[in-house]
């Protein structure tokens, strides 16, 4: 319960595409440093709360043909608060239990050492919740909800839906049916849901399907007539190197099917 204090630094790079109307039309090549410290608590083994300070720095580079996207190397002072419940009884198909994890954070570009554009607010609940019908079938589902409050985002803190990793870096979430971060925008709630059945001890089978939407403000996430889609089945192996799953996709906005392969654990 008394408050830990907390220190992380990391580092990603990777390329990614940018997409119009569901095609590649360029590339480009993502690096960002980042550094901060926190104070935590741990409630009952099941509980985490605590917030921080950030320092991070993005680089985007590479030719890129959408004018929202731009050439840049910007540093960020941000400001974060989290929770974190998890009392699932096991990470690889749960059968009983729920998470949840929520994260509010505030962005402030810095244009200079002494003078820090308008702040944004970005603010991302999520739950998930496990459930068993039998000794062989189970499902889980999950909820999340996303929300840019202030002005635009600078791009690399927009919210991303696709592919189906876990715990990327920023507001990067899962979305079966389309490719990572082929969609983006400034609010977006989606919901999914996993049916799985062990054919036998450590074999499963899982069916996949997700909703969602990705809109300009919160108002037009309930009222949007434009409703992404996806839907795939997976086979997972619960290896000794952890799970070890190929799945396929699909959505129905579009005619290509999508390969995701996994090997161990999210952490």
């Given at each position: 319960f008394i408050p830990?204090?907390?220190?992380?630094?990391?580092f990603h790079q990777f390329n990614a595409n940018v997409y119009e109307n569901?095609?590649?039309?360029?590339?480009?090549?993502?690096?960002?440093?980042?550094?901060?410290?926190?104070?935590h608590s741990t409630l009952w083994d099941l509980y985490t709360i605590g917030g921080g300070v950030r320092f991070e720095n993005i680089d985007i580079s590479?030719?890129?043909?959408?004018?929202?996207?731009?050439?840049?190397?910007t540093t960020y002072l941000n400001y974060f608060g989290f929770i974190d419940f998890d009392s699932f009884d096991r990470t690889y198909k749960p059968t009983s239990g729920f998470q949840l994890n929520g994260e509010f954070k505030?962005?402030?570009?810095?244009?200079?050492?002494?003078?820090?554009?308008?702040?944004?607010s970005i603010l991302h609940i999520q739950y998930d919740q496990a459930f068993c019908f039998s000794d062989r079938v189970g499902a889980r589902t999950r909820i999340l909800g996303a929300t840019t409050i202030g002005p635009n985002a600078p791009y690399p803190y927009s919210i991303f839906l696709g592919s189906m990793g876990e715990n990327y870096t920023q507001h990067i979430f899962p979305f079966v049916g389309y490719r990572y971060m082929e969609l983006f925008g400034r609010n977006?709630?989606?919901?999914?849901?996993?049916?799985?059945?062990?054919?036998f001890p450590n074999h499963f089978f899982t069916a996949i399907a997700n909703v969602g939407t990705l809109e300009a403000t919160v108002?037009?996430?309930?009222?949007?007539?434009?409703?992404?889609?996806?839907?795939?089945?997976?086979?997972?192996?619960?290896?000794?190197?952890?799970?070890l799953e190929i799945t396929l996709s699909k959505s129905s906005n579009h005619s290509r099917i999508d390969t995701y392969v996994r090997l161990g654990f999210w952490f």
């Open positions: 830990a204090f907390g220190f992380k630094s990391d569901g095609s590649p039309i360029s590339e480009y090549t993502y690096t960002d440093f980042g550094t901060e410290i926190f104070l590479e030719p890129i043909l959408r004018s929202e996207i731009q050439e840049s190397n505030l962005i402030s570009e810095q244009i200079d050492f002494k003078t820090y554009a308008e702040p944004i977006a709630l989606t919901f999914r849901a996993d049916v799985w059945y062990e054919a108002d037009e996430l309930f009222n949007s007539s434009v409703i992404l889609d996806g839907y795939g089945i997976s086979y997972g192996y619960k290896s000794p190197l952890g799970p």
